[in-house]
């Protein structure tokens, strides 16, 4: 079973590993234009949006009780899965814009 300490130190490198990606993603956003860049901002609104409430989530488990982590984790668990299908619908848009760019 993971300790509380090793949940945090894993969702922690896993919040750095989105970060970096996000910023990948807002990199390629300014270089979208019209009906394109407005499909894909609300994606990255989506993604921020589900970012903050696994961040919201970590602070949770960092406050508290060693008997209420398990929910939180199972809390943070949904929220992470939300957050990774934010990004999968947002990379499937890239593959989109790719692929009309290549025509």
Known sequence: ?????????????????????????EKLATKLKGEIKISFDESLTDIRKRRDIVK??????????????????LETREARVMLVDAFSKAHDKVGSILESRKK
């Open 56 to 73: 919201t989530k970590l602070v949770q488990i960092k406050d508290a009780a060693d008997n209420a982590f398990n929910d939180l984790k």
């Open 1 to 25: 079973m993971m300790t509380k300490e090793i949940y945090i130190e894993k969702l922690e490198t896993r919040l750095d590993k989105w970060n970096a990606y996000l910023g990948k993603l």
